[in-house]
């Protein structure tokens, strides 16, 4: 994130990795060099729960003790960017579908898809998220009490007394 002298978000600088390029002749281009945006109106950092936080800290918002350790400047002393984290735990699981190339959403992963095209087009697969079954799971109090003192006491502390929060999601996408 880019700041400017009274520490207001202004922009941001990125940079593709190459490591994750869904097609390799975008290599030879300009593609992966170093970029700025600036911002009309506001910066909003979305990049999810395993990511917001390091895109924070690499910013200079944190908690100075882990910046100045990894070599960043302190912008704002912030600890809580980063604390009680709480990973996504995540499978995946492949599977054969008889749905159509046009039915899943890989083309725009793969590059199979134009996306300017689609985007001019309205496709109507830009409107969705690809996951069409999902569930929430909770164990047990019995499930709870076998998986040990360790487990029950996280539960009862972040789950127990929350029904509508979910120890796991299982979701189907089509991809």
């Given at each position: ?13 990125y ?29 909003v ?36 960017v ?8 995540l ?18 992963q793969?590059?199979?898809f134009d ?9 109507e697969?830009l ?5 069409d ?28 007394n ?14």
């Amino acid at each position: 994130m880019l700041f400017d002298d009274n520490k207001r978000a202004v922009g941001v600088e990125y940079q593709t990795n190459p490591k994750y390029l869904a097609n390799p002749e975008f290599l030879a281009t300009k593609y992966t060099a170093r970029r700025t945006v600036n911002a009309r109106k506001m910066v909003v950092v979305s990049a999810g729960a395993n990511a917001t936080p390091g895109i924070l800290e690499r910013s200079g918002l944190g908690d100075p003790k882990i910046l100045e350790k990894a070599g960043v400047s302190v912008l704002e002393d912030l600890p809580g960017v980063g604390s009680d984290y709480q990973d996504h735990h995540l499978s995946l699981w492949a599977y054969r579908t008889n749905l159509t190339p046009e039915e899943t959403i890989n083309g725009y992963q793969d590059g199979r898809f134009d996306i300017a095209e689609r985007i001019k087009n309205s496709d109507e697969l830009l409107g969705t998220n690809g996951m069409d079954a999902q569930g929430k799971f909770r164990p047990t109090e019995a499930e709870v009490e076998a998986l040990g003192p360790e487990f029950k006491k996280a539960w009862d502390r972040d789950f127990k007394n929350a029904p509508d929060r979910p120890l796991m999601i299982l979701a189907l996408y089509t991809w």
